[in-house]
Each structure stands twice: as structure tokens, then as C-alpha cells.
């Protein structure tokens, strides 16, 4: 009994959310819906932000259903219920450890695996629930770092600042590019950062990601000089 109840114990602890056991009468998990994505460019930053829709205090039995995305066949099971009366207008947050680690991050109720969905078009869905569904055709997804997709409701999905928010009600806005100078990720801004730069030296080809830090679409003599001003270890 003991043992039991202390696995109970740790298993809530792991989500940072309550578990129950049981159905309850007038309750569901069908006002749910993919209320937000974000990516960064390669997929390593991403959060998937659920919402419940209607001021519903009972969606608490989420065990067992399952995130997905269509495009890359992944797929999330949630691990435990929400506590009773817990859940009108609230938000869930699924998000990588990438995302997790980015300072100022509202803390993920959930990890997903990086690269969880498709950044050039994918179908997020959340359980049979067809109106949870998130669509987004290639291009529609921003990946600048900081501009998130919405779920429009009836109207079209939108994009904005990002606003990832848990479920306890943290929110903030990250910026997912917190050292966009460190060219080949090594954690500092130095000598292979100046020769990756100088190799692509000229006009873009491709913007993002790129050596073109002012976002001029050339590489030049102004990117050349942001390097510089950034070099030493990332913030
Ligand atoms: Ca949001
Ligand atoms: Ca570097
Ligand atoms: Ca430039």
C-alpha cells in the first residue's frame, strides 16, 4: 500500500500535474484544441500549446490520448488525468527539451522529442477530436524565432508573437535565436564563426539559417561587424 501510493506520488510528480483515478460524472477531454505551434528552424525548439476551448472545468481525462503529428508519425500519450475542476480556459504546454532549456521559458507540462512535428506542413491532431486540429501548409509556419502559428477557430490560423503558456498559467515570449552569431553552434562566437562568414561572403542564396545576420540578404561587411561586437562566449 505504501509503495503503491508513493509510485502514484512519483508519477504525478513527473508531469507536475495531478493524476486521479476514476471517471467522473459531466466530464470529458473533448474541448482540448491545438491552440498554438512553434519551431525553430531545425526543429531542436518546439512547443505545442493545447487550450481548453469553452470554459469547461472537467477535460481532466487526458490518460491514455495521444498528441500526433501526421507528417512525421509522432506521437505524445498523456500520462495522467488533471485534477477535478481544474481545467476551464486553461492551457497545456508540450514543448522539447530544447525549449525547455531557453532562459525564461514558462516551465513544459510535458517533453516531446525534438523534431516532433514537420516544420513544411503538418496536421497536429489531439485525439479523434477533429476540432482540436492544427493545419499548416509548407510556408505557414514561421521559423524566425520569435513568431509563433495560432489556431484561427473559424477563421484562418494567424501568426504573432510567440506565447507559450503552462499549466499553471505561466506564460512569456522567448526568443529562440538567443546567439544567432555562434554560426556553427559551438556555444561561442570565434575564429570558425569569421571563416563560416567569410565563406558566404555575397549575396544570399538561402536566408535562413544563414550568415546574414541584419537580415539584408547579403553577407557583408554590417554582418561582418555584428560578429565581431558578439564575439566570446553566447549569453
Ligand atoms: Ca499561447
Ligand atoms: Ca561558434
Ligand atoms: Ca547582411
Request: charged share 15%.
Amino acid at each position: 500500500m505504501k509503495y503503491g501510493r508513493r509510485t502514484i506520488a512519483l508519477g504525478v510528480m513527473s508531469v507536475g500535474l495531478v493524476g486521479i483515478a476514476g471517471p467522473q460524472a459531466m466530464a470529458g477531454s473533448h474541448s482540448w484544441r491545438i491552440n498554438e505551434v512553434f519551431s525553430n528552424a531545425d526543429g531542436t525548439i518546439q512547443f505545442i500549446e493545447l487550450k481548453e476551448c469553452c470554459g469547461a472545468a472537467n477535460e481532466i481525462f487526458l490518460t491514455g490520448k495521444w498528441v500526433r503529428s501526421q507528417a512525421t508519425g509522432n506521437e505524445f500519450l498523456f500520462p495522467g488525468n488533471l485534477p477535478p475542476g481544474s481545467t476551464a480556459n486553461k492551457h497545456l504546454l508540450l514543448a522539447t527539451p530544447g525549449f525547455a532549456a531557453l532562459p525564461g521559458a514558462p516551465t513544459p507540462d510535458y517533453i516531446i522529442p525534438a523534431g516532433f512535428f514537420a516544420i513544411n506542413g503538418d496536421t497536429i491532431e489531439y485525439w479523434f477530436y477533429t476540432p482540436a486540429t492544427l493545419t499548416f501548409g509548407p510556408g505557414e509556419l514561421p521559423t524566425d524565432c520569435i513568431t509563433s502559428l495560432h489556431d484561427g477557430g473559424a477563421g484562418p490560423n494567424f501568426t504573432g508573437p510567440n506565447s507559450p503558456t503552462n499549466f499553471a498559467g505561466e506564460t512569456a515570449s522567448v526568443d529562440a535565436c538567443p546567439c544567432p552569431w555562434d554560426l556553427d553552434g559551438s556555444g561561442d562566437v570565434g575564429i570558425l564563426d569569421l571563416l563560416a562568414l567569410l565563406a558566404a561572403w555575397g549575396p544570399c542564396q538561402v536566408c535562413v539559417p544563414s550568415c546574414d545576420l541584419d537580415g539584408d540578404c547579403n553577407v557583408g561587411i554590417l554582418d561582418l561587424l555584428i560578429l565581431l561586437a558578439n564575439w566570446g562566449l553566447c549569453p
